[in-house]
């Protein structure tokens, strides 16, 4: 016998598609939003009903914000023409806490997958190079993360921006294969920031 009511159920499930939550953490985040006052658990309800009407993507560089453009882009003195490409929003906050980087960004929402049928047109690529011609930038930074996927993007955008009169630069030193940007420290961003190289050395 199922001794989990079904509401209860219902959430744990919803918890454990989350990322990064499994079964046993999605039952005791479940359980302890069953144990708090009533209130808390109508004041979560109603912030993840606001969440998707206050908060849209800004038409620049695709940040989540409430506002358009967002803060970053509408900011006087951030570099339009210096532009860090990063694949999810989580990559730009890890970069925005070393406070080194003062361009602006664009965010791809995602890294170019054949296998998973995510090409050039599912993510924002295309309107990089559009991004790239209107605001005349010198300098795009690709801080795509040392996976196999990122690499593959990595090298795609450096593909599509030669000839294109823009310097293309890496993340250089600090930051391990196989690591997503947005775990790590500051100190390893802000190094590997600071000590960026040339991404297509022969092309240029």
Avoid at 169 to 178: D, E, F, H, K, S
């Amino acid at each position: 016998m199922d001794v989990v009511p079904p509401p209860l159920a219902r959430l744990i499930t919803d918890l454990n598609r989350l990322p990064g939550i499994g079964k046993k953490t999605a039952t005791r985040l479940a359980l302890h939003i069953l144990r708090r006052p009533a209130a808390e658990a109508q004041a979560l309800g109603r912030e993840l009903l606001d969440l998707h009407g206050a908060i849209g993507l800004c038409g620049n560089c695709f940040a989540f914000s409430e506002t358009d453009p967002c803060r970053i882009c509408d900011d006087a003195r951030r570099d339009p023409r210096q532009v860090c490409v990063v694949e999810e929003p989580a990559d730009l906050m890890a970069i925005e806490k070393t406070g080194v980087f003062k361009g602006q960004y664009h965010i791809l929402h995602g890294v170019l997958s054949p296998m998973d049928g995510i090409g050039p047109e599912e993510i924002k690529v295309h309107a990089l190079l559009q991004r790239v011609r209107r605001q005349q930038v010198r300098e795009v930074l690709i801080a795509t993360s040392s996976t196999v996927p990122g690499e593959a993007t990595a090298s795609y955008l450096v593909d599509k921006l030669r000839g294109m009169n823009v310097r293309v630069t890496r993340l250089a030193c600090g930051i391990p294969m196989g690591m997503d940007i947005k775990y790590a420290d500051e100190l390893t961003l802000s190094r590997a920031i600071d000590a960026r190289s040339d991404a297509d050395r022969g092309g240029r």
